[in-house]
């Protein structure tokens, strides 16, 4: 696929497909865990309007488009941040998610059932500390190794 370069407003050339995450919701998401890679795969079959765009929390871009986001909030849980910069983590993410994706509606009711929301985060924490147990690592060196002491 043909990419046209543009410059971005902070003044680095991207390529016209890496401007497009900013007008649509982001979903920030560990791209050196194959678990992450799969999720975000099976989120892009169900995003069937083209309403998400994905990056990897490795992208250098994110720093510049989201400095508040530490390192270590994005390694413990996807992020999805709204156009207007609302910013969803773990599963208050997957919660929005299922408001936004017309494939995820029928888990609507069981995400948004009243005072649920620290029950859900609490599975998303403990699903997301193993992740790389899961399904191996693809990182190199330390790098994933908080995700190897639970």
């Known amino acids: 696929m043909l990419h046209t370069k543009l410059p971005d407003p902070d003044g680095d050339a991207l390529d016209s497909e890496a401007l497009r995450p900013w007008s649509k919701d982001v979903v920030i998401y560990d791209g050196e865990c194959r678990f ?3 999720q975000v795969e099976r989120l892009k079959r ?4 083209g309403k998400l765009t994905f990056i990897s ?3 250098s871009r994110l720093r510049k488009r989201y400095p508040d986001l530490s390192h270590d909030e994005l390694m413990r849980q996807m ?3 709204t156009p207007e910069g609302k910013k969803f983590g773990g599963a208050a993410a997957v919660r ?6 017309p494939s995820l509606y029928w888990l609507m009711p ?4 009243p005072f649920t929301l620290p029950v859900w985060q609490w599975g998303y924490n403990q699903v997301a ?3 790389y147990k899961l399904a191996g690592k693809v990182c190199d060196g330390d790098t994933c190794s908080i995700h190897f002491k639970n």
């Open 36 to 38: 992450c890679r799969g």
């Open 110 to 113: 069981l995400m948004h059932i």
């Open 96 to 101: 929005y998610l299922t408001r936004k994706l």
């Open 46 to 49: 169900f995003d069937s309007g």
């Open 129 to 131: 500390k193993r992740r």
């Open 79 to 81: 992020y999805v941040v």
């Open 57 to 59: 929390l490795h992208d």
